[in-house]
């Protein structure tokens, strides 16, 4: 009942096609980690800037272009993947098939991992854009993050579709907030000629280096622009989540990037231009860098970030448009998370197809979504938030690496991927179509790789190395999973010729284990009567002597037909006789099988399975690691367990708040449809 009240009643698999979405709804669900990235990515770039002080701010427009020029390569070249694997493997896929296997693991490990930060980073920046509205989140930052990702969890084991409505709305009032944000500063500056300032316009800062020059200023314009790469991350999970569209699925998937990459572009200029009109400063260290009137600012300064900073300078502190648009921020931050949401679990499902992952990775759960891999996906996401303190500041240094690795290896697997088809085709239109895509993969190749570098030569020391070290744990792991699956095919692969498997037992021997003369005693002996075994008998330990006597007397006096067999214990054991003596049966005669018959009651509450049956599990434990031994429960149903029957009736009856009102026209449609 919870579950179905927290997630909703369970899906028909041939509704799996009522989950896909339009373009109008794929766009937030897949895009809203890199539309709300301009929401913290312009802060990262001044913040690194500041290092040299205010003289490095107007470098803020040469990097913005060197992110714009970066984005519109990766978005042209992923188009071309969604429209040659639109079966949803992605990076993973496209590596796989073109580089090799350790080459679309090694992607695969990135993207996991990439995966798990955005969660974490998108609901820390977000918990921090709430937290300077509202005291009582920030003072429990991590406690109200993990709340977020709970939330978040339970709103996609819902559903893809369901979810994605939810998200919509958000996500396209702040795209709405920023648009008009801009535009309004835009007029306010060139038309009407007004002054915008923002709220921290009079401070000055502090630079830790100051004078930088030469290679110093170069690497700190690099960790810049690395930083500003956060507007970057997510593009991939649409390429991942192609089977979620609805047809044609490709081609909505690409257009679904450009619009996507066009609104980033948009905004991230937008806010990095206002920022310098309104004389925005960040600072890394605010408490000391920033100064007002001579004097630091100290540890009570809260720092707002730029966004919320040029919103108060172009539509003023507590106008309604402000409020609207920090609001927008802040929940968009948290729905940007949606993007790994829909992204993990693909992937992870796609991982477990191939036998790297568990295959409970590969099955959906009640509603069509692939629910084990949300909620690892919200385990690991929780885990890295709660040792990180939710500070995104800290997180983000660990942001990038993974998914520059996926687009480097992608890229060079697309070119691959048009070398091979080029050297078959004779069609000259095709063939030109494929030069055309084979040189935006070539250049994205170049591009990525380069910034990969940059990236890990300027964040390495600053986090990255944790990134590193998740990817490779991950690669390790499902190497080992690999293998496990791989040594277990091999092991119980059936033989082209008869062997020892296919081979009918010589006899069976069956034991019916007994500790008292009681219904589910009698019900397993005649189960086992009913087996018409080579041989038959009850098997008991002696551990109470008085016990054993009455349990021979009861024997005898009804005349029951099944030899009784008391095995001795000396030190009061129940399992080491009772293996020890059915691996001499096994001894005695290898070509047989032992049957053994264990009575078990069922019962109907979680606090009786601590009161019965405890023998039986360490029994049945210890015999599934004897050879040539079968072991069968006979079940006896206590009248506790009617209380489980009902509740299972109840859950299988049960619908969700509003089903009912639904259910007639929707069985109405399948009627419609069968007949």
């Known amino acids: 009942m919870p579950k179905r009240i927290l997630i909703g009643r369970a899906l028909r698999s041939d509704r799996l096609g009522e989950t896909l979405l339009p373009k109008r709804i794929a766009l937030p669900v897949f895009a809203s980690d890199p539309l709300s990235s301009v929401a913290y990515a312009p802060g990262e770039v001044l913040l690194v800037l500041s290092i040299a002080g205010l003289s490095a701010y107007h470098f803020s427009p040469w990097i913005a272009v060197a992110v714009v020029v970066l984005m519109f390569t990766v978005v042209a070249s992923y188009r071309q993947n969604v429209r040659a694997y639109p079966s949803g493997g992605g990076d993973y896929e496209v590596a796989n098939t073109n580089l090799g296997p350790r080459a679309g693991l090694t992607v695969a490990s990135a993207l996991l991992v990439d995966y798990v930060l955005t969660v974490a980073v998108s609901i820390s920046s977000g918990i921090e854009n709430l937290g300077s509205a509202v005291p009582f989140v920030v003072e429990n930052k991590v406690a109200c993050a993990i709340g977020v990702i709970v939330l978040l969890t339970l709103m996609n084991l819902r559903g893809v579709r369901e979810s994605g409505t939810l998200f919509a ?32 316009a009079d401070f000055e800062i502090k630079p830790e280096h100051p004078g930088l020059a030469g290679f110093a200023l170069v690497f700190l314009l690099l960790r810049a622009f690395s930083s500003g790469c956060a507007a970057l991350t997510g593009v991939e999970a649409i390429s991942n989540g192609v089977p979620a569209f609805r047809k044609p699925k490709s ?65 003023g502190h507590g106008s309604f448009l402000f409020m609207i648009l920090a609001a927008a921020t ?65 997180l983000i240094q660990l942001y990038i690496v993974g998914v520059f690795v996926s687009f480097t290896l992608s890229q060079t697997g697309m070119v691959r991927h048009w070398n091979r088809l080029l050297a078959t085709e004779k069609d000259q239109a095709k063939r030109r179509h494929m030069i055309r895509s084979r040189a935006i993969n070539t250049f994205g190749a170049f591009f990525t790789g380069l910034v990969l570098v940059v990236v890990l030569v300027t964040k390495f020391t600053h986090g990255a190395w944790v990134a590193l070290l998740g990817m490779c744990i991950f690669y390790a792991t499902m ?39 009681h219904r589910p005693a009698l019900r397993a002996l005649g189960y086992a009567k009913l087996m018409r075994s080579d041989t038959l008998e009850a098997l008991s330990v002696n551990v109470d002597p008085a016990e054993t006597k009455a349990l021979r007397a009861e024997w005898e ?28 049966l096994r001894n005695e005669s290898p070509r047989d099988v032992v049957s053994v018959i264990i009575p078990e009651y069922v019962v109907g509450h979680w606090y ?68």
Not at 356 to 384: C, E, K, M
Not at 562 to 568: E, I
């Open 330 to 394: 802040a929940l968009v931050l948290f729905l940007a998370a949606n993007t790994a949401y829909n992204g993990f679990p693909l992937l992870g499902s796609i991982l477990a197809q191939d036998r790297y992952l568990p295959r409970q990775l590969h099955t959906r759960g009640d509603r069509l979504a692939f629910s084990n891999g949300i909620v690892l996906l919200a385990g690991a996401a929780g885990l890295l938030v709660w040792v990180y303190g939710a500070d995104s500041t800290r």
């Open 608 to 675: 009786e399975h601590l009161l019965h049956n405890q023998s039986a599990l360490r029994l049945k434990g210890r015999l599934l690691f004897t050879p040539g031994v079968m072991v069968t429960s006979v079940p006896y149903q206590l009248q506790s367990s009617e209380v489980a029957k009902k509740r299972a009736r109840r859950r299988q009856d049960w619908a969700a708040p509003g089903s009912v009102r639904r259910g007639p026209a929707e069985r109405t449609k399948e009627s419609s449809t069968h007949t």
């Open 169 to 200: 709305i958000p996500t396209y009032v702040f795209v709405a907030g920023v648009f008009t944000m801009i535009a309004w500063g835009a007029f306010r500056g060139a038309v009407l000629g007004e002054e915008m300032r923002a709220p921290t």
């Open 557 to 584: 006096r009804r005349g029951i037909d099944v030899p009784l067999k008391v095995l001795d214990s000396p030190y009061r054991e129940v399992t080491r006789p009772v293996i020890e003596y059915i691996k001499s």
């Open 479 to 517: 190497t080992a999973i690999r293998k496990h699956y791989d040594r277990v095919a091999e092991e119980i692969a059936a033989p082209e010729t008869p062997g020892d498997d296919s081979m009918r037992p010589s006899r069976v021997h069956s034991v019916v284990l007994i500790s008292k003369i």
């Open 251 to 315: 081609k909505n998937a690409a257009t679904t990037l450009a619009l996507m990459g066009l609104l980033a572009v948009t905004m991230f200029c937008g806010i990095i231009a206002l920022a310098a009109a309104t004389d925005v400063r960040m600072a890394e260290n605010p408490a000391k860098d920033l100064v007002h009137d001579g004097v630091p600012l100290g540890a009570d300064y809260v720092q707002d970030p730029v966004i919320s900073q040029v919103a108060e300078a172009v539509f």
